[in-house]
């Protein structure tokens, strides 16, 4: 159900006295919405337990004094992991096992716009093992922790809603690429991943979302200073801004309305403000061919191949 946002803010402002304490963990949380949201969740709960994962430690410490100065009572930390390698993925969910025993949000947005294939050492586009096989790599890593918490939540801040056709043979890209694939195959393989492991661990809520158009640095850093510059002004009239986004990225994170599946759908496909973005024809077309299953197979079998 969609909200307006004098309504999340009136949540938000509520949650010291209905969540006086959360975990979290913000992949990609040194700019843009995961940076905001994580300083708005700060500010909005009692005494926050905030992790940020990111390459640039000088971006983190950033986030840190902004945590800090939003609640001096929170607890933060800040890890420099280049989250396209899994191998550093695992070590960096090794640690941080060591460090919670639940975790209530785990909040993932890392990744750019791909306007050109640049291969890892695995094969694999770099933005498309940001925005799909290293988010899924926290994710399997890090359920204990969730299910090990009160109200756990994976949210996937993407393409929710924009899903499109994908073929098995492709799914890492590595067959074909192409700037819509980039966008589309991620969003679809986020989706049906999320409703394989709603039903798997249903006391774990997992939402893919379609931000908007939100005023980050994601333009810039993908496309360059000056065609970024361009395309964000000519963009403003329709988009919002990052501290609004934060505002609304904070109430998906904690509202009961996305329910884990022992009580209600498990997995949610919304917009920022909440309404199911769902493309009910194509999702049952993906599901009619086996795609959940095959994409997960997929996930796994790749990591396999990249891991042993």
């Known amino acids: 159900m969609a909200q307006t946002l004098m309504q999340v803010r009136e949540w938000n402002a509520a949650l010291k006295s209905a969540r006086p304490e959360t975990v979290a963990l913000f992949v990609g949380g040194t700019s843009g919405i995961g940076k905001h949201t994580a300083i708005k969740l700060a500010g909005a709960v009692e ?46 969910c090794k640690e941080l096992k060591t460090q919670f025993k639940a975790l209530d949000l785990l909040f993932l947005s890392a990744g750019a716009l791909a306007v050109s294939k640049n291969e890892t050492a695995a094969g694999i586009d770099v933005n498309h093992m940001l925005r799909y096989y290293s988010r ?133 496909i919304v917009n920022h403000d909440g309404k199911d973005a769902t493309n009910q024809s194509l999702m049952t077309q993906l599901r009619e061919k086996g795609l959940p299953e095959i994409v997960w197979k997929h996930t796994q079998d790749t990591f396999n191949r990249i891991l042993t």
Request: aromatic content about 8%; charged content about 20%.
């Open 47 to 92: 005494k926050p337990t905030i992790y940020i994962v990111g390459r640039n430690e000088a971006a983190g410490a950033q986030v840190l004094e902004a945590m800090t100065k939003a609640n001096p009572n929170g607890s933060y930390g800040f890890k420099a992991v280049d989250i396209s390698d899994l191998r550093r993925v695992d070590e960096a």
């Open 136 to 268: 899924m790599r926290f994710v399997e890593n890090l359920l204990p922790l969730l299910e090990a918490a009160h109200y756990p939540r994976v949210i996937s801040i993407l393409a929710g809603g924009k899903e499109v056709m994908i073929e098995e043979d492709n799914l890492d890209l590595r067959k074909q690429f192409s700037l819509s694939a980039s966008t589309g195959y991620p969003a679809s393989m986020t989706s049906l991943a999320f409703e394989v492991l709603a039903s798997e661990h249903p006391s774990v809520s997992f939402l893919h979302v379609f931000p908007g158009i939100v005023a980050t640095p994601l333009l810039k850093n993908s496309m360059g200073s000056v065609a970024g510059t361009i395309l964000g002004f000519l963009m403003k009239p329709i988009s919002i801004s990052a501290e609004e986004s934060g505002e609304w990225h904070t109430w998906l994170s904690t509202s009961p309305n996305f329910a884990p599946k022992n009580s209600g759908q498990g997995a949610y």
